[in-house]
């Protein structure tokens, strides 16, 4: 099923001002950058003693070089944002977090590149599926989260008109008194 390009965007949109929304963002980007500056410093790790590298190696060590204080950086941002609960909305933390991970990403290809080529394609090609299988994953739970809300919100309102419709006619219907009936009501 193909969804509308301007549905996502109206979904990201209204799931950003959310802020239980936003929380999980800041908990996901806290994970996303302490993972890249562990694997970096692994990853670089080995290099660190080497004389001379090959290209994938120098390729490795500079972006990992420049993605690390990036990440480092949006660790720090990440800690103000929880602290406020809320995710910041600054156009240069925007595209620090997608040159520090793009940077990231292309230091992990470039060690695994390094260690052998078939490692590095096989980095490259799981990177971009997995990142397709969490967009369609988020796409679709957000689609049912949307969907349940406004299926409750439809039966909230058709249980409030249905509560509304009754006290009117209760309201102008005159009311029988509680008790017995009479033999004479009861014959009839």
């Known amino acids: 099923m193909a969804v509308d390009p301007e549905q996502q965007a109206a979904w990201l949109q209204q799931a950003a001002e ?9 908990r996901q980007n806290n994970v996303i950058y302490a993972g ?9 790790q080995p290099f ?22 990036l990440l480092a950086a949006l660790v720090l941002v990440n800690r103000q944002e929880s602290f406020r609960r809320r995710a910041t909305d600054s156009l240069l933390v925007r595209a620090t977090q997608a040159i520090a991970q793009f940077l990231a990403f292309v230091g992990v290809v ?54 509304a419709e ?14 017995q009936q009479s033999t004479d009501d009861a014959e009839e």
């Open 18 to 26: 959310e802020p239980e929304q936003q929380r999980e963002w800041i």
């Open 36 to 44: 890249l500056i562990a694997i970096g410093l692994v990853l670089v």
């Open 48 to 69: 660190l003693t080497v004389t001379t590298l090959n290209w994938s190696a120098k390729t490795c060590v500079i972006a990992f070089s420049v993605a690390i204080p």
């Open 110 to 163: 470039a060690g695994f590149w390094h260690i052998m080529w078939l490692a590095g394609v096989g980095i490259l090609v799981s990177g971009f599926v997995a990142m397709m299988v969490h967009s369609a994953g988020y796409f679709r739970l957000e689609r049912a989260a949307k969907a349940a809300i406004a299926e409750a919100a439809t039966a909230q309102a058709t249980t409030a008109e249905a509560t």
């Open 166 to 179: 009754a006290a009117t006619k209760g309201a102008a219907a005159p009311a029988e008194p509680a008790g």
